[in-house]
């Protein structure tokens, strides 16, 4: 529970609000889950206490060596749990030996919650010095080692997404430099590193990895998406990204 609530605390100063719902609500049933096993606790403690002080001890280790007294604690607790709780079901032992598929009976892996969420960072910090190995745009993860193929995919993304508002872009001067163009169906008005999108148009990609950043975010205001949801993965999450 203490994991989760270091989710919910992360996500509220993120302001993920669908997230931070989301974890909120996991908490509230880990906690039916946690009052569950109280009253349980209490059950067994009472019945066993009970058990124990309307018998003798003398008596118990002298005659018994105390299995009277655990098969009558167990009695009474499955008594008390059924009342409670309704009928209560015997626990069979599995002969490993005779199962042909031990996937039946071996428990499932637990998640690994760091492999759910990897590390991301937003295109308003800088990517100086950075290698990325991808990022997520409307919630898809794609995967780009270097900032260049970064703009490509993100291009090609949008390209399909609206290739009518893509191809108008070489057209809009708020999405080209000042000095040369980082869109065109013309490749000379291009560098040699210049890809080609879609098969229609250029996207420049002789720049750094800051300027990329804000090329990116100039395409999703365009586009009308959210920057702050377009999420960049750096290399050192690489593992998780693959997992």
Known sequence: QDAFW????????QKDFEKLRFYIGVNEEIEEYIKTIDNLLDIFNNA??????????EEIDIHTDGKDAENDTDTEVRKTLSESFGPFPLVQKINLDSVKDIKLVTPKKQPDLTIC?????SL??????????????DEKLIRADTWQKMLVKTCEYLFYKDEKLFLSLE???HMNGSSKKYFSSNPDDMTKRAKMIGGKMYVEL??????IRNLVKRLLKEYGMS????????????????A
């Open 6 to 13: 270091g989710y919910v605390d992360k996500y509220r100063k």
């Open 48 to 57: 066993n206490t009970n058990s124990v002080n309307n018998g003798s001890v």
């Open 117 to 121: 969420e990897p590390e991301s960072h």
């Open 124 to 137: 308003y910090e800088s990517f100086l010095h950075k290698k990325p190995c991808g990022f997520k745009i």
């Open 171 to 173: 057209h809009k001067e």
């Open 206 to 211: 002789n720049q750094g990895a800051n300027l």
């Open 227 to 242: 920057v702050v949801d377009y999420r960049v993965y750096y290399s050192d999450v690489k593992h998780l990204i693959e």
